[in-house]
């Protein structure tokens, strides 16, 4: 096999005679002194090789001038520096500070040939082709230039390149292919040029090797093009290829997972607030940490996360949480560690503020998952802004017990899963991503399970009606009022994650007092109802609540509902007890700061209101104690609530008090 020489020190195929030769580097046409490629010491570099003995098998352009499919400013550059050479104003080839995409192509071109420019091609061929075959057409044995050179004009410039290049990002291809023949005028040139010169870079590196994403001055307008062209993802690749990703998404309890990314540390920065701008107001938050080259977890929060609206203080989610190691820690791979329901919530620091390790005063990190099993943005001795610093450990007891762990032990109680040996490791990226259903959330209970449950209200003509429910409209509490509305007759229904349904019938309604921050209690008749979970043989289980119980608080959108010490608050209070206006059931529940959302429960009944017929099988805590769900608090997986409609409307029984305002 022969390749012809296109040029020589005394002439050329691109069309220039003399020392120089016409090159088009990607769109950029330039006279360039390969004659000086010819002398000792450069006669044996690729380009060398490529550009005298086997330009035939290169690419053209329209006008016949020798393509090359590489940055520009490179040629630019060495043109400069072998003009210097020829005229003896530098002894050698040299590079300084110029920067890495300098480097990139001077070590592809200027790597040692294994053959030379006038001897016949011999067992090393193969070789040379192996190294700079990506510079030769497709059509030639070895080539993997391409078959065609594809341009766009963008402002005043010709952006070209190889459909080599462009194989692998539909949406560039397309701009080149399917609407070519239209100039850009929304980008500029540079911006452009770069992001085609990363797509030529991804090319011609060597397989496995990470590629550098570009740089320029204005940064957020290169991202954006980037995204607009669909290079972005190429440029930041996701931490978990897109089979370990859709394998973790199906363990986050969500039906058919849609995903899309919020935040990357490696393209937005490693600091708490850039990460916390992005993921506000978000609900459903994955949080893929790549610990070390052995070792990624994962931590799924499903819940809104907001920061506070003063930067000091720190908010409090009770939501469901889960952690995964995804390597590293289990031979079998991807492995969930279930929680104990205590530990469901996430802790976050306003964004001049810390979070406080154990209620206490010193400052230990901005965002706490899992009670602490994650932190972020935490070091030995205080917190950090740079979410890179981490702090991770889980018991062993809540290691599964039918998988092998092969992680490393921090005590005899407790364990890692990032690979430190103690608690604490410099993670090297981190990514969150928003996870949601792409189909609608069950309802609590069948259409006959509902059925049931209206009966026992013993309002036996009237017709459920859904208002409200958490999963689908969300778990604010000013949401579910705006949902709710003036209605009357409400039933709502809990599930609690641990298999419990808890119901209650309020016949009067949720309706908030005129003061945001003031609370309003409404007299009316509550029944409190276990439809699953705490009793033997399940069915529904009436509660009849003494009669100095039958009322119902309702915190306005700012307000809360406190208990007598003011250390528990909470949204809605259902059946308050009299002498120590201490509620049957509580929702949007905390035992310090202020309430949240509706998520956090706590449900309670003294021992003697349980039905003497029925026998409890539920929680029994503090001797005279009981509850209907799993434990006296936990947090929510799903809260819906009906009016129930009749005939003959119900007014409200009982009347409405104010009591007063509530930070």
């Known amino acids: 096999m022969h390749g012809s020489s296109s040029s020589s020190s005394k002439g050329t195929a691109g069309g220039m005679s003399g020392d120089v030769i016409r090159l088009n580097v990607s769109g950029y046409v330039m006279a360039f002194p390969s004659d000086v490629l010819l002398r000792d010491g450069l006669r044996d570099s690729c380009l060398a090789v490529l550009l005298h003995r086997f330009g035939d098998w290169m690419h053209k352009d329209a006008e016949g001038t020798l393509f090359v499919d590489a940055d520009p400013l490179y040629f630019i550059w060495l043109a400069e520096k072998l003009t210097r050479l020829k005229h003896g104003w530098v002894d050698e080839i040299q590079i300084f500070d110029e920067g890495p995409h300098i480097t990139f192509y001077h070590d592809i071109f200027f790597a040692t040939s294994p053959i030379d420019i006038d001897g016949q091609p011999a067992a090393m061929f193969k070789s040379f082709m192996a190294m700079m075959g990506a510079f030769i057409k497709s059509s030639i044995k070895g080539g993997r230039g391409g078959s065609e050179v594809l341009s766009v004009t963008v402002g005043d410039r010709t952006v070209a390149t190889t459909d080599a290049t462009l194989a692998d990002f539909d949406t560039l291809n397309d701009r080149f292919t399917k609407y070519g023949g239209a100039p850009i005028v929304d980008v500029s040139a540079r911006h452009f040029e770069l992001i085609v010169d990363f797509a030529r870079r991804c090319r011609l590196a060597p397989d496995g090797a990470a590629v550098p994403p570009p740089t320029c001055a204005d940064q957020d307008e290169l991202l954006r093009v980037s995204d607009m062209y669909g290079v972005l993802e190429a440029m930041y690749p996701n931490i978990l290829a897109n089979d370990a990703m859709q394998t973790l998404l199906g363990m986050t309890g969500k039906k058919e997972p849609n995903r899309t990314c919020l935040y990357k540390s490696a393209l937005?920065?490693?600091?708490?607030?850039?990460?916390?701008?992005?993921?506000?107001?978000?609900?459903?938050?994955?949080?893929?940490?790549?610990?070390?080259?052995?070792?990624?977890?994962?931590?799924?929060?499903?819940?809104?996360?907001?920061l506070p609206s003063d930067p000091t203080p720190e908010l409090h989610f009770w939501c469901p949480v889960s952690l995964f190691s995804v390597c590293g820690s289990f031979k079998e791979g991807i492995?969930?560690?279930?929680?104990?329901?205590?530990?469901?919530?996430?802790?976050?620091?306003?964004?001049?503020?810390?979070?406080?390790?154990?209620?206490?005063?010193?400052?230990?990190?901005?965002?706490?998952?899992?009670?602490?099993?994650?932190?972020?943005?935490?070091?030995?001795?205080?917190?950090?802004?740079?979410?890179?610093?981490?702090?991770?450990?889980?018991?062993?007891?809540?290691?599964?017990?039918?998988?092998?762990?092969?992680?490393k032990t921090i005590n005899s109680q407790e364990a890692s899963l990032c690979g430190a040996e103690d608690y604490y490791f410099t993670a090297e990226r981190l990514e969150v991503f928003q996870v949601w259903s792409a189909v609608p959330a069950d309802p609590i209970l069948s259409e006959a399970d509902l059925r049931a449950l209206v009966d026992a209200t013993g309002m036996t003509d009237a017709t459920p009606q859904l208002l409200y429910k958490a999963e689908r409209d969300g778990w604010e509490h000013?949401?579910?009022?705006?949902?709710?509305?003036?209605?009357?007759?409400?039933?709502?229904?809990?599930?609690?994650?641990?298999?419990?349904?808890?119901?209650?019938?309020?016949?009067?309604?949720?309706?908030?007092?005129?003061?945001?921050?003031?609370?309003?209690?409404?007299?009316?008749?509550?029944?409190?109802?276990?439809?699953?979970?705490?009793?033997?043989?399940?069915?529904?289980?009436?509660?009849?609540?003494?009669?100095?119980?039958?009322?119902?608080?309702?915190?306005?959108?700012?307000?809360?509902?406190?208990?007598?010490?003011?250390?528990a608050v909470g949204k809605v209070c259902i059946g308050d007890m009299t002498n120590d206006a201490s509620s049957r059931l509580w929702l949007g529940f905390s035992e310090r700061g202020r309430a949240g959302t509706l998520r956090r429960c706590h449900q309670w009944l003294l021992k003697d209101c349980l039905p003497a017929d029925k026998k409890h099988t539920g929680t029994i805590y503090a001797q005279d104690r009981s509850s209907l769900g799993y434990s006296n608090r936990f947090t929510l997986a799903d809260l819906e609530v009906y009016t129930l409609h009749t005939p003959h409307s119900r007014q409200v029984e009982g009347g409405r008090e104010e009591v007063g305002s509530s930070g």
Request: hydrophobic fraction near 40%; include cysteine.
């Open 478 to 567: 000013e949401t579910m009022l705006k949902n709710v509305g003036v209605a009357t007759d409400l039933l709502l229904l809990l599930k609690d994650p641990g298999g419990p349904i808890i119901a209650t019938h309020i016949e009067g309604g949720l309706t908030p007092p005129p003061n945001p921050t003031a609370v309003a209690k409404i007299s009316c008749a509550v029944s409190l109802f276990s439809v699953s979970g705490a009793f033997e043989g399940d069915g529904i289980t009436k509660i009849e609540l003494p009669k100095g119980e039958q009322c119902v608080s309702v915190a306005g959108v700012q307000g809360a509902v406190k208990s007598p010490n003011g250390e």
């Open 335 to 407: 492995t969930k560690i279930e929680l104990p329901q205590a530990e469901q919530c996430a802790w976050a620091a306003g964004t001049h503020g810390a979070l406080k390790a154990l209620f206490g005063w010193t400052p230990f990190g901005m965002l706490s998952i899992a009670g602490g099993r994650l932190w972020m943005g935490r070091e030995l001795r205080g917190s950090t802004a740079d979410l890179h610093r981490c702090r991770q450990w889980v018991k062993k007891e809540e290691l599964p017990a039918n998988r092998k762990f092969v992680g």
């Open 268 to 306: 937005h920065g490693s600091l708490y607030e850039s990460m916390m701008q992005r993921v506000t107001g978000r609900s459903g938050l994955l949080f893929v940490i790549k610990c070390d080259e052995t070792n990624t977890i994962a931590a799924f929060v499903d819940a809104q996360l907001y």
